[in-house]
């Protein structure tokens, strides 16, 4: 009988498109989790952890601070952290694996890595991409990248506190700039609604202009706490769609509806193992290159 392994590369094989579904776990699998503490991300922030007794990245991004200098004190660091922290070998891995097929990539994460793998043509961002700032109200609807502005921050920080005249400010209207990251203002704009329409257009393209082909659904990493963004919509393809095969590669155990049974595969365990070993199977078929 064949492995799991063995036979989600014949589906990759045999898949005329691939739509990848990339949550937090994909991060996760690459050391990058921002729910928890892990050595790369937390060798940015240690001072801050220490100081705040942040239980988690991301605690520290949605902290109520004294001052504006001390929250863009922390932005500023952690966003640095995200420009200059290498691609993770997961996302290496999925890009040999998808090298030679018609993919697009919807994710949640908002750390970079996709865009590092993927030409933006190919990818939704639909949670938006710490690499970039927006206006707090928003006032307009253009979206800023940040490196040079980050860069700066850091070279300045006095501690853990911003001075002031770095603070990051609208051009428009004088505001302060926030990460283009969602919650209450997050910006869904012309860069946020192209990335949607791509993602639209691709399935259409796939499921209603080329009748009959393969389209395979690779879902990485995805947890359950914004299921209406990847699952639930694959699922529902799955179900919709005679030639649409669903595949979740998760590090906890997950499951299917039961109508999905014929038409699905789950693979727990750790993602960047599985997708390493994905990829070697695919070299040794001459898919894909070492």
């Given at each position: ?40 991300i ?6 801050f ?12 991004f949605?902290?109520?601070y ?6 863009w ?8 952290s ?7 070998q997961?996302?290496l891995?999925l ?14 994460n ?15 961002e639909y949670?938006?991409n710490m ?11 253009h ?17 853990m ?36 329409a791509?993602?639209?257009?691709f ?13 395979l ?6 947890g ?5 963004i ?7 393809l ?12 998760n ?8 109508h999905l049974k014929?038409?699905?595969?789950y ?5 960047a193992?599985?997708?390493s ?14």
């Amino acid at each position: 009988m064949k492995t799991e392994i063995e036979y989600l590369a014949e589906l990759i094989q045999q898949a005329d498109a691939i739509v990848v579904g990339a949550g937090s776990g994909l991060s996760s699998a690459a050391g990058y989790n921002h729910y928890h503490w892990m050595p790369a991300i937390e060798s940015y922030l240690q001072e801050f952890k220490e100081y705040y007794q942040f239980t988690s990245p991301f605690a520290g991004f949605y902290y109520c601070y004294s001052s504006l200098e001390q929250q863009w004190a922390y932005y500023a660091k952690y966003i640095y952290s995200m420009w200059h922290l290498p691609t993770g070998q997961p996302y290496l891995d999925l890009q040999a694996i998808l090298a030679d097929k018609d993919c697009f990539v919807l994710t949640t994460n908002v750390d970079g890595q996709c865009r590092r793998v993927f030409p933006q043509e190919r990818l939704c961002e639909y949670q938006g991409n710490m690499g970039y700032f927006q206006c707090s109200q928003p006032c307009h609807e253009h979206i800023y990248e940040n490196r040079d502005a980050v860069e700066a921050m850091n070279r300045a920080l006095q501690g853990m506190v911003l001075p002031t005249h770095l603070l990051p400010r609208c051009p428009a209207c004088g505001r302060i700039m926030v990460p283009w990251v969602r919650d209450d203002t997050f910006l869904e704009g012309t860069a946020w609604q192209e990335g949607v329409a791509r993602y639209h257009a691709f399935l259409r393209h796939w499921l209603m202009e080329q009748t009959g082909k393969k389209l395979l659904l690779l879902e990485l990493g995805v947890g359950e706490m914004t299921p209406s963004i990847i699952k639930l919509p694959f699922w529902q393809l799955t179900a919709q769609n005679e030639n649409v095969f669903y595949a979740c590669l998760n590090q906890k155990d997950s499951h299917a509806p039961e109508h999905l049974k014929g038409k699905s595969l789950y693979l727990q365990g750790d993602l960047a193992e599985t997708l390493s070993r994905l990829r070697q199977k695919l070299c040794k078929t001459g898919s894909v290159s070492r």
